[in-house]
């Protein structure tokens, strides 16, 4: 065992002393040490009840024959930082939960892992440790929050949001926001639409690392605390078979994960996130994989923001089961392995089958739209590729005055005051991983246009990123970012720009070349502590926007050739 390195031995016995310190005693020294790692915190109720489901995971472990070591790491909550500098922190604690298990695990020479995860970062940094340290592991979701009600409609904290930019045009009065605060998050769990954290969930859960079924259990159901049991368990026979999490997360599994993304229009954060995790997995993955997972799958999923139903809805019908038995039935789902030593196709066979009547999803013969919620462009606004998010609409191109804004709050303040208007697009840079640093979401001022009636008639650009909550005719992830010397830095107020889904482009007509001889980049916003540290280390949001990129993955050709406007364009992207 990995533990003898800590326990076994005469020189091991003041190690054995502060074990005993801790209430063990010699039988469970002598187990194999299993960390039961979670993200709890009171400050909101994404991870509100994982340490609660580390008791149970713990109790799952002893159970099996082992002895579970409890760590608690960080979390950031994106609904409480959205639209403040405090949001700066959100993408970088990806990193730093990823890096904090790390140590804690290999700092004690642990067997084995049970990562608990509640919200946006912590569950692509459980994915990422978990490939990381490729120790035999198991991932678990704490679960979606219930949606509120209000005047007998389900509403999610989007809505609160929505509500705001309402407020602000001056649609609804202080009493109706108030009213709409207090009741769209109504107890723990992660936001409850086909957000980040419901996206990412399933991504868990196709990527081989969550039993089938587990993540779909809302965060209040009864059900939970036996989800973190079984999990307790499966970490111990994973490591008696010695299987470990690299072993399930191959490329058909990551293709997998793309398609589901793309079939429940989940959140744009999955190509940035997946991307990272493919990077600790060592496995070859490019932004441009994403586009024909959802150029050929369509959205099966009616799921919020772009849908009418929430995470617990889509629990109730079925769950994320549903989605890949529709997959699989139309030749668009692979065969992989999977933590519980069963194939994934085994896994969706012993499933429960859908509820009866359920109307959340459709056979992909019956979609409700003909393919993703995204596509990625290229252009000469983006040589590195971006991401326009088209769930929640019907259009396909817009093309308008550039609105330059040099930062997200002076966004949010000139939709406030009313100066923007239909057809613009509104250009927020210097927001991009280095630049913000920390690639902030945009959300308040993307549900500022919508609840100020103008989710379908603006366009917004920008090197940060989106919510999942968020939806409109939206591009973001922009690379190169302008703080790396972007084009996107290149624009002035007035610039005509064209976005186009079916020909994947961003452009303009200005002449960027005469204005990078005077182009200078922006003065760092911090100097100082972990966002300069990360500001320095991150690269391109095309291949994650991760602080380290290995050099051991397979070698893999990269070059795309693509045709738009009857002109070739050859776009190297860069491997992991």
Wanted: net charge negative.
């Amino acid at each position: 065992m990995r533990s003898d390195a800590i326990k076994t031995g005469p020189d091991r016995a003041p190690a054995r002393a502060m074990l005993r310190a801790t209430g063990l005693d010699d039988d469970a020294i002598a187990r194999p040490m299993v960390a039961i790692v979670h993200s709890w915190s009171n400050v909101s109720p994404c991870n509100l009840n994982l340490r609660d489901l580390a008791e149970a995971a713990a109790d799952g472990v002893r159970a099996a024959g082992g002895t579970p070591v409890e760590f608690n790491t960080i979390a950031v909550t994106d609904g409480i930082a959205m639209g403040t500098t405090g949001m700066r922190s959100s993408l970088v604690s990806r990193e730093v939960i990823t890096d904090s298990i790390e140590l804690a695990v290999d700092g004690h020479c642990l067997d084995a892992m049970v990562v608990l995860c509640g919200c946006d970062k912590t569950i692509p940094a459980a994915a990422m440790a978990l490939a990381r340290l490729n120790i035999p592991g198991v991932a678990l979701y704490g679960g979606s929050i219930d949606h509120g009600s209000r005047n007998g409609c389900a509403i999610t904290v989007q809505n609160v949001f929505e509500a705001v930019g309402a407020h602000g045009a001056g649609k609804i009065n202080d009493a109706e926001l108030d009213d709409v605060e207090r009741h769209a998050c109504p107890g723990a769990g992660a936001c409850g639409g086909q957000y980040t954290a419901n996206t990412m969930a399933m991504v868990l859960t196709m990527l081989g690392l969550t039993p089938m079924g587990l993540n779909d259990i809302p965060a209040t159901h009864p059900d939970k605390r036996d989800a973190a049991f079984r999990c307790g368990e499966l970490a111990m026979a994973n490591l008696v078979a010695n299987r470990k999490p690299r072993d399930v997360m191959t490329r058909d599994a990551f293709d997998n994960a793309t398609r589901v993304v793309a079939a429940t229009a989940g959140s744009t954060n999955a190509v940035l996130h997946l991307l990272a995790i493919a990077n600790e997995a060592r496995v070859p993955l490019s932004i441009e994989d994403f586009e024909p997972a959802s150029k050929n799958t369509p959205v099966i999923a009616d799921l919020m923001p772009g849908g009418r139903f929430s995470a617990v809805e889509m629990s109730a019908a079925g769950g994320v089961a549903v989605v890949a038995r529709e997959l699989r039935t139309a030749g668009m789902l692979k065969n992989t392995d999977t933590v519980t030593g069963r194939t994934m196709f085994d896994e969706l066979d012993a499933a429960p089958a859908a509820t009866d009547g359920q109307v959340v999803v459709r056979p992909v013969s019956n979609a409700f739209k003909p393919r993703g919620g995204y596509s990625i462009l290229y252009g000469n606004l983006s040589p590195e590729g971006c991401i326009l998010k088209l769930a929640g609409h019907g259009r396909t191109s817009h093309a308008g005055p550039a609105r330059v804004f040099e930062s997200e709050e002076d966004a949010f303040a000139a939709v406030q005051a009313g100066r923007i208007r239909a057809g613009d697009v509104m250009v927020i840079r210097n927001e991009g991983p280095a630049g913000g640093p920390g690639m902030r979401e945009m959300l308040a001022v993307t549900a500022a246009l919508v609840g100020r009636g103008l989710g379908n008639d603006v366009a917004l650009i920008t090197d940060g990123r989106f919510s999942g909550a968020t939806h409109g005719f939206m591009v973001g992830h922009i690379a190169p970012e302008a703080a790396r010397g972007g084009p996107i830095g290149l624009l002035r107020e007035g610039d005509a720009i064209f976005i186009d889904a079916s020909t994947r482009e961003l452009r303009t007509d200005a002449d960027l070349a005469s204005r990078r001889g005077t182009w200078q980049p922006s003065p760092p916003k911090v100097t100082r502590g972990v966002l300069a540290k990360y500001a320095r280390l991150v690269g391109s949001a095309a291949e994650g926007a991760v602080t380290q990129a290995f050099d051991d993955a397979p070698a893999t050709d990269h070059r795309v050739r693509r045709e738009i406007e009857d002109e070739t364009y050859t776009q190297e992207l860069i491997g992991n």
